[in-house]
């Protein structure tokens, strides 16, 4: 079975601009986490989505939005990018549970910001 | 809050040598979960184990080994006769529920480099 997938795997932007960053979960999987992963620093949560609704957001600005489809694929959106946005953003799927489900990661998308 | 610390920075050690991360965590929830992540050069963090605080029993697999001690709310990781293939950059996670969701809260890193 295909583990989860991001894409795309890098991306350079300059300051202002937007991005948009794909994951794909587990096959089976219905809830989709998103983290954000500054280099020599553990990831940190920014929010996650179960059936199409975000529930749980870390401390992260409004700039920061996702959605997520009927396939229960997500999309990351950052607006306004800052220099302080690059970082290794990670996605993780999980079956939906009491808290308790283990979250499985996808490689990441590389985001530089200029 | 939840708070994960993992105190060594950097390990390195010389392949075959046994090591052991040290993870110590905080939470006022009486149930959680911890985890181990192993995240190697290509970025994608990889599931090693999941523990319960009820389960405190200690668990191996294989060369990998995992002390869970409550009452110092302590998380070990050990690896038996370590090999090239085991350098990476290791994470331990304390689960939170946030607002319905599950959020994972991470250490630092340690990161451990086994030369040949």
């Known amino acids: 079975d295909a583990g989860v997938t991001q894409s795309p795997t890098h991306l350079i932007k300059t300051r202002g601009q937007q991005v948009t960053l794909r994951c794909s979960p587990i096959?089976?999987?219905?809830?989709v986490s998103w983290y954000q992963q500054v280099l020599g620093q553990g990831p940190q949560f920014i929010f996650q989505?179960?059936?199409?609704?975000?529930?749980g957001r870390g401390n992260f600005p409004d700039r920061f939005s996702a959605r997520q489809f009927p396939n229960y694929s997500s999309e990351l959106n950052v607006n306004a990018l800052l220099l302080g946005d690059s970082a290794l953003y990670l996605c993780a799927s999980s079956l939906p549970g009491t808290g308790e489900e283990t979250q499985y990661f996808g490689p990441g998308t590389r985001l530089l910001v200029l | 809050a939840q708070k994960v610390t993992q105190a060594q920075t950097e390990i390195s050690v010389v392949e075959k040598e046994d090591v052991t991360l040290d993870c110590v965590y905080e939470?006022?929830?009486?149930?959680?979960?911890l985890f181990w992540y192993k995240q190697p050069p290509s970025g994608e963090l990889v599931f090693l184990i999941r523990r319960n605080s009820f389960d405190e029993q200690n668990e191996i697999s294989g060369r990998y080994s995992w002390n869970f001690q409550k009452s110092t709310s302590s998380f070990n990781f050990t690896i038996t006769a370590s090999q090239v293939v085991d350098s990476a950059v290791y994470f331990c996670a304390l689960s939170e529920v946030l607002q319905g969701a599950q959020k994972l809260v991470f250490g630092q890193g340690t990161r451990l480099t086994i030369n040949p």
């Open positions: 096959s089976g999987h219905k809830s």
């Open positions: 989505y179960y059936e199409k609704e975000e529930r």
């Open positions: 939470t006022r929830d009486t149930t959680y979960y």
